[in-house]
Structures are given as structure tokens and as C-alpha cells.
């Protein structure tokens, strides 16, 4: 955050966009974006991703979906994404003092949520750029930053918004058992994700998870597991959404 805030501060151009050292853009990302923005005139762009692992390998694609005032998405959880598909205006970005330097993880979440206050989102959903997904060397693979960087944007952003939005507040919570599985703290994990499931007995993915934490299963295994309950429960919701 402190070395994107100098280049920030030293910017001149209209425009500031930002590319993470594993991440890679594609050719035409800047060329939609812009035209995109100057199409809905906004100050805030980003883009959809294709994910790879560290063979190079394709592993998924993330469209991105959402757009125009996005405050109230964005209280549920990042629906924006990494920083290297944005590209924002740089006064807005000097406005907002930039990136929040005391912040251990979240940081781009955090700043998508002040800039939601300032502008509309616009997006291109296709992905524009190849997003590394890896274990190692990145702020996410650090269970205690994660949960440092979590617990401040529920004390900045998040505490009083989940009083009257339960099911927000119950997603954020899955998300933290999530964390704590991957830091092997299951005891944890099984606290965070009963609250989750009390909000939606229903959910497959939320259900199975608490089960995984209650028997204190490998990572591996509980990976394994919630991918494919996950996937389960996506083919069902778009069953009933086609159905009814």
C-alpha cells in the first residue's frame, strides 16, 4: 500500500491503473476499459479475470457483474476483486488518500468501499487480465493478516451496517471460518460458520462446511469437499432460477 500510494501522490496522468508483479493484462484491457468509462462516465473501471495457478494452468473464469453504485455490495464482501483490473480517476484516488497503509490485508476492499461513496462502478465483465492464484508470497496466504485485515474493515466499514443486514453479516462470518480452516484452527472455524448456517440452514456449501470443522478434517480434504458442494448448490439455484 505505501509503495502504490507514492505512485499515486507522483501520478500526472488522468488516470492511475494498477498491475500486482504476478498479474498480467491483456492487450486490449486499458482500450475497453476507458471506453467503457467514458461510455457511462464514471471514474472507476475494472474487469473480469481468468485465474491460473503457477504452471501457468487455467483454472477458472470470474466475470465481473456488478455495476453502478455499489455501496451496499460491497458491505457483503468484495465483489470487485484484485487491484491489477482497476483503473480510477487519480484525483478521485488522491480525494480518498488512497490506499489505507495500516491495513495488513483487505486493503483494495477497503478502498473500493470509500471510492463507492464518491462515483458509480462501471466494468467490462469479460476477463482482461490473468490473475495468479498461489499459495505462497501473497498477502491472502497469510492467515493472521487476513484476519487482522478482516476484523479492521468490520470495525471501519462493516459493524453497524450488519445490525439491520443479517445474511451480510452471516456471509462475512463464513468467510472467517474459511480463514481459520486454512489457518488449521478449526475450533474457531466451526464458530464462525454455525453462525453462517443458522442464517441460511438451507445453503449446501455453509452446512458441509460446518461439518468438515466439526470433524477437524486435513485443508486438503476440506478444499476438496466445499469446491464441489459449492458447485452443487450453484447448479441448484440456477435450476430453480430457469424452473420458476
Same mark, same amino acid.
Given at each position: @500500500?505505501?509503495?502504490? *500510494?507514492?505512485?499515486?501522490?507522483?501520478?500526472?496522468?488522468?488516470?492511475?491503473?494498477?498491475?500486482?508483479?504476478?498479474?498480467?493484462?491483456?492487450?486490449?484491457?486499458?482500450?475497453?476499459?476507458?471506453?467503457?468509462?467514458?461510455?457511462?462516465?464514471?471514474?472507476?473501471?475494472? &474487469?473480469? /479475470? @481468468?485465474?491460473?495457478?503457477?504452471?501457468?494452468?487455467?483454472?477458472?473464469?470470474?466475470?465481473?457483474?456488478?455495476?453502478?453504485?455499489?455501496?451496499?455490495?460491497? #458491505?457483503?464482501?468484495?465483489?470487485?476483486?484484485?487491484?491489477?483490473?482497476?483503473?480510477? @480517476?487519480?484525483?478521485?484516488?488522491?480525494?480518498?488518500?488512497?490506499?489505507?497503509?495500516?491495513?495488513?490485508?483487505?486493503?483494495?476492499?477497503?478502498?473500493?468501499?470509500?471510492?463507492?461513496?464518491?462515483? +458509480?462502478?462501471?466494468?467490462?465483465? *469479460?476477463?482482461?487480465?490473468?490473475?495468479?492464484?498461489?499459495?505462497?508470497?501473497?498477502? &491472502?496466504?497469510?492467515?493472521?493478516? +487476513?484476519? @487482522?485485515?478482516? #476484523?479492521? #474493515?468490520?470495525?471501519?466499514?462493516?459493524?453497524?451496517?450488519?445490525?439491520?443486514?443479517?445474511?451480510?453479516?452471516?456471509?462475512?462470518?463464513?468467510?472467517?471460518?474459511?480463514?481459520?480452516?486454512? #489457518? *488449521?484452527?478449526?475450533?474457531?472455524?466451526?464458530?464462525?460458520?454455525?453462525?453462517?448456517?443458522?442464517?441460511?440452514?438451507?445453503?449446501? +456449501?455453509?452446512? /458441509?462446511?460446518?461439518?468438515?470443522?466439526?470433524?477437524?478434517?486435513?485443508?486438503?480434504?476440506?478444499?476438496?469437499?466445499?469446491?464441489?458442494?459449492? +458447485?452443487?448448490? *450453484?447448479?441448484?439455484?440456477?435450476?430453480?432460477?430457469?424452473?420458476?
Amino acid at each position: @500500500s505505501g509503495a502504490r *500510494n507514492t505512485g499515486i501522490s507522483l501520478a500526472s496522468g488522468e488516470y492511475v491503473a494498477f498491475l500486482d508483479s504476478d498479474d498480467v493484462w491483456y492487450s486490449k484491457k486499458i482500450e475497453l476499459q476507458m471506453r467503457q468509462m467514458f461510455e457511462d462516465k464514471t471514474d472507476f473501471c475494472y &474487469t473480469g /479475470v @481468468s485465474v491460473i495457478n503457477e504452471d501457468n494452468e487455467f483454472l477458472y473464469d470470474r466475470k465481473a457483474l456488478e455495476s453502478g453504485w455499489l455501496k451496499e455490495k460491497l #458491505m457483503g464482501f468484495n465483489c470487485v476483486g484484485t487491484t491489477s483490473t482497476a483503473i480510477i @480517476s487519480t484525483d478521485l484516488l488522491k480525494k480518498v488518500n488512497g490506499f489505507d497503509e495500516s491495513l495488513k490485508s483487505c486493503q483494495d476492499w477497503d478502498l473500493w468501499v470509500r471510492l463507492s461513496e464518491h462515483t +458509480r462502478f462501471t466494468a467490462v465483465s *469479460n476477463p482482461m487480465i490473468d490473475y495468479l492464484s498461489a499459495e505462497k508470497g501473497r498477502i &491472502t496466504s497469510s492467515g493472521r493478516n +487476513r484476519i @487482522s485485515g478482516h #476484523m479492521k #474493515m468490520y470495525r471501519k466499514h462493516l459493524k453497524d451496517y450488519f445490525k439491520n443486514h443479517a445474511e451480510e453479516k452471516a456471509a462475512f462470518m463464513f468467510t472467517l471460518g474459511d480463514i481459520f480452516m486454512h #489457518m *488449521n484452527k478449526p475450533v474457531l472455524a466451526k464458530k464462525m460458520f454455525f453462525g453462517a448456517w443458522k442464517e441460511n440452514k438451507l445453503s449446501i +456449501r455453509r452446512s /458441509v462446511c460446518l461439518i468438515l470443522s466439526t470433524f477437524k478434517v486435513s485443508l486438503k480434504t476440506y478444499l476438496y469437499v466445499k469446491k464441489h458442494a459449492a +458447485r452443487i448448490e *450453484n447448479r441448484i439455484r440456477r435450476f430453480i432460477k430457469e424452473k420458476f
